[in-house]
């Protein structure tokens, strides 16, 4: 979906998410394989777990430990759409050289065409630093800036060998059921090659967010880039939902494709505890992100009210 649908949903879901927090609070696909299911833990939690969540594959774990303090259908494969690019921004910070000045390519014209993708708006020829091209990559859930990323970081400029780096880096951190096809989730060269599960995108986003520059990207609402020779002025919005409606929201990142419905890694802090999370097809529309949000928001209060003055 373009940038610009996706900045006005957006503004909608900022409004709707802050009434469902201040309140309190289509039909899934078959998984790619197995039958998943929710560990004894989250099981036994699920009759006293957050009400009215609507994800059917979710799961609330505690940042610093990773205990699962509730999940539903938290191992099964699902399709995750641009929470991908957590995996793409992950290769390029371990890689590091963030100043590095990386020229966009003109590829980005025919890619983001064919799967009429959401964009950072970026044009061929400019030249800006990979550290710039995160923030495109991280906040409007630029699929421009991923593409210039994996041909810079890819060996030898192949997004192919960038994409097995991706694949790599999975089995090094033991996401044993997480395949990667494409560097920003979209349906390449099918809407189910890409995929992961609750519990692997929750372990992933917990190294991620060990990096401080990552957790610095993703806790931002808004960039500025001023114009300058190399390139135009751009100002990226962040898409999460929760950022600045949810009290100690830190990110994380949206996912969209048809078939991965509207999905949410998320982390939030209160009181010094940190939980993380995550929603998949929460709701089937390009414009679900309401309720995607209003999913983490419930886990969220729900988590927090369970770790309220435990050590």
């Known amino acids: 979906m373009r940038i610009a649908g996706r900045l006005a949903a957006g503004a909608v879901v900022a409004g709707m998410v802050a009434g469902l927090i201040v309140s309190g609070g289509s039909t899934a696909r078959a998984a790619v394989s197995g039958t998943g299911g929710s560990r004894p833990a989250g099981a036994r939690a699920a009759a006293s777990g957050p009400a009215g969540v609507r994800s059917p594959w979710a799961e609330l774990a505690d940042m610093a430990t990773g205990r699962d303090l509730w999940s539903r259908t938290s191992v099964t494969e699902r399709p995750i759409g641009s929470i ?17 000045v990386i020229t966009v390519p003109s590829g980005i014209i ?29 906040l409007p859930s630029g699929c421009d800036a991923a593409y210039t990323l994996a041909t810079a ?33 979209l349906p390449d060269p099918g809407e189910y090659t890409t995929y ?40 990226w919005t962040n898409l999460d939902p ?3 409606t949810f009290p100690g929201a830190a990110g994380i990142k949206t996912g969209f494709t048809a078939a991965a419905g509207d999905c949410l890694l998320f982390a939030a802090d209160r009181g010094g505890r940190e939980l993380i999370g ?7 529309s390009p414009t679900g992100l309401p309720a995607a949000g209003a999913d983490a928001a419930a886990m969220l209060d729900w988590g927090f009210r369970q770790v309220a003055g435990s050590p």
């Open 84 to 100: 991908t690019k957590v995996m793409t921004a992950y290769v390029v910070l371990e890689a590091g050289d963030l100043n590095r």
């Open 110 to 138: 025919a890619y983001d065409d064919e799967y009429d993708a959401s964009t950072a708006g970026l044009w061929p020829g400019e030249r800006l630093t990979a550290g710039q091209l995160l923030y495109a990559l991280l």
């Open 153 to 185: 970081y890819g060996a030898h400029g192949s997004r192919a060998a960038f994409i097995a780096t991706m694949n790599a880096t999975a089995r090094k951190l033991g996401l044993t059921k997480t395949h990667f096809s494409d560097f920003s989730g």
């Open 196 to 235: 992961s599960t609750a519990r692997d995108l929750v372990s992933l986003g917990r190294d991620a967010m060990r990096l401080p520059e990552f957790r610095r990207l993703v806790a931002t609402a808004t960039y500025r880039l001023p114009a300058t020779r190399n390139h135009g002025a751009y100002v």
């Open 242 to 244: 929760l950022l600045g």
């Open 278 to 284: 995550v929603v998949l097809d929460s709701s089937s």
